[in-house]
């Protein structure tokens, strides 16, 4: 794949010699040229689809149920990656339109790039691999079985079907065999000759008939060999490209993508707020503070108002996240004038006044930053308003979860679980469902939207801008265990996002 910055090439061919089959196997790696606009847009729809499949997991819907399946599709059409939903939820139908052909495309690109990102550590493999998996099993699950047969035949997995005069002759050894299947799905189910190394799951769970080294896999298996050899394929081709991938690095265009997509915030953008402008006053932010502020916030607000002061980094936090909120330019200089004068009041002209109209756009580059989103405050270093689940220590995050009067026993002890296994996210959206009583809508991966979630739920009325009303949500408890994929939990699971650069204030220099 040749990027290139500015030249878009198209795919030229016939789709269904490119990608005859809505499902792939990803075997070989896309072969054209390549956009680094495009590349970046693909990363990024991968990342949601596997972010979301996560989420709606946490959430704790049972795994490959209708339930499960539908929330992942729903979720996807509400992201604006309908495309996606459709090509996921095909029935292997053969389409040749355009739409199928830009779909099966950008599903293999996008997988690669992924794959690319992921290769470098043997945590990020893991997640990367157990997130793929589950989307082809999704995948799989809704093939019809001409679409099965078509996959299978295209991807010429190595077996033969049994004859219904060969099934006649060891019907008994298929059912003596197989007992979690009755008498009538052995005579119903179509079966597969297989080597017996090739399906070793099966063999190891007695789920086969065995006869000369041969597997006799019957059509209802074949799922778990098909994720077997893709599982097998996504490893061996992780572990291939970790050179190629060392050589990446060092490219400016393309090193920094690949390093930070673990994690890159593909949440909702608070940059751009004008329709919230005023919607909030500087005289609330006290109640604000203490009914729907996530801990970090509260932090600053708290110390903002005890000691009139806020180091550089905790001044650019809170000023970016109450113009998030929808705090107008001119009051949040009256707030903050009121506030810095207190303290010193030489500098606040000097100084203090700047960083404010620098994070309104109105001096330096004249940019809409955004607010800091929680991956940037949990993976900044430490300074004033960073994430206190990961900064601070235990019995400082017990002392402020034990203040609340609507903590039980139980939260605290879920919380701190979180905090353990540096899911800090979670931690968060816990801590929101103690002080709420109810659950937010989502896992809590930006302070903005804490606040939204918070004040929907507070007030019953929507917020102007935000982006959903709360819905059901349940994060499971944390485990030291192993999901069915192999995946650890980790801190890289939870970690949501960064903004690439885009708000570095750079052009900012503290006098
Ligand atoms: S998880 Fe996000 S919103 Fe919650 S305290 Fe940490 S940084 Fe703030």
């Given at each position: 794949m040749d990027i290139k910055r500015n030249t878009k090439v198209k795919v030229t061919g016939v789709v269904n010699a490119n990608y005859p089959h809505d499902l792939q196997f990803y075997g070989l790696p896309p072969d054209f040229d390549i956009t680094l606009i495009e590349l970046r847009r693909l990363a990024f729809e991968r990342l949601k689809i596997l972010r979301i499949i996560e989420e709606v997991t946490l959430r704790g819907r049972s795994k490959y149920s209708k339930e499960w399946t539908a929330a992942i599709l729903n979720e996807l059409r509400k992201q604006g990656l309908k495309k996606y939903a459709t090509l996921f939820s095909s029935s292997g139908a053969l389409g040749s339109s355009p739409v199928d052909e830009d779909a099966r495309r950008d599903d293999h690109t996008s997988h690669y790039i992924l794959r690319l990102s992921y290769c470098n550590s043997e945590q990020h493999q893991m997640w990367f691999m157990a997130r793929e998996l589950e989307l082809f099993r999704l995948r799989f699950g809704h093939l019809s079985q001409e679409g099965v047969q078509s996959f299978v035949e295209q991807n010429k997995l190595s077996f033969s079907v049994v004859s219904p005069s060969e099934k006649e002759q060891i019907f008994t050894h298929l059912m003596n065999c197989t007992p979690h299947m009755t008498s009538a799905a052995v005579e119903v189910s179509e079966y597969y000759k297989f080597q017996f190394n090739t399906v070793p799951d099966l063999v190891r769970n007695r789920r086969v008939y065995l006869q000369n080294g041969v597997a006799y896999v019957p059509s209802g298996e074949l799922l778990y060999v098909v994720l077997h050899m893709y599982r097998g394929i996504l490893a061996r081709g992780l572990k291939a490209l970790v050179r190629i991938r060392?050589?990446?690095?060092?490219?400016?265009?393309?090193?920094?993508?690949?390093?930070?997509?673990?994690?890159?915030?593909?949440?909702?953008?608070?940059?751009?707020?004008?329709?919230?402008?005023?919607?909030?006053?500087?005289?609330?932010?006290?109640?604000?503070?203490?009914?729907?502020?996530?801990?970090?916030?509260?932090?600053?607000?708290?110390?903002?108002?005890?000691?009139?002061?806020?180091?550089?980094?905790?001044?650019?936090?809170?000023?970016?996240?109450?113009?998030?909120?929808?705090?107008?330019?001119?009051?949040?200089?009256?707030?903050?004038?009121?506030?810095?004068?207190?303290?010193?009041?030489?500098?606040?002209?000097?100084?203090?006044?700047?960083?404010?109209?620098?994070?309104?756009?109105?001096?330096?580059?004249c940019k809409q930053y955004s607010p800091y989103s929680c991956s940037k405050l949990i993976t900044e270093t430490l300074g004033e308003g960073s994430c206190p689940f990961k900064f601070e220590a235990s019995n400082k995050i017990k002392a402020l979860l034990t203040s609340h009067d609507s903590h039980t026993p139980e939260y605290v002890q879920t919380i701190l679980q979180f905090v353990e296994a540096k899911q800090y996210c979670h931690a968060c959206t816990k801590y929101f469902e103690m002080t709420h009583k109810?659950?937010?809508?989502?896992?809590?991966?930006?302070?903005?939207?804490?606040?939204?979630?918070?004040?929907?739920?507070?007030?019953?009325?929507?917020?102007?801008?935000?982006?959903r009303k709360p819905q059901t949500t349940r994060v499971s408890v944390p485990s030291s265990q192993s999901d069915t994929s192999g995946t650890q939990r980790s801190e890289v699971e939870n970690i949501e996002s960064i903004d690439f650069g885009e708000d570095d204030f750079s052009d900012y220099n503290i006098s």
């Open positions: 060392a050589s990446l690095d060092s490219d400016p265009r393309l090193g920094a993508l690949m390093s930070g997509l673990h994690v890159a915030y593909t949440g909702r953008d608070y940059s751009n707020t004008p329709a919230k402008e005023n919607s909030i006053l500087p005289q609330e932010l006290d109640q604000f503070c203490l009914e729907s502020f996530p801990p970090c916030m509260q932090q600053l607000h708290q110390q903002l108002r005890a000691t009139h002061h806020l180091h550089h980094s905790g001044r650019l936090r809170y000023i970016l996240y109450l113009k998030g909120l929808g705090l107008s330019y001119e009051h949040a200089m009256e707030f903050f004038r009121d506030e810095f004068m207190q303290h010193d009041a030489k500098k606040f002209e000097k100084e203090y006044s700047y960083i404010i109209n620098h994070s309104y756009g109105k001096v330096g580059a109810v659950e937010p809508g989502s896992i809590i991966n930006h302070p903005v939207q804490y606040f939204e979630e918070s004040r929907q739920i507070r007030t019953g009325k929507e917020i102007k801008g935000a982006a």
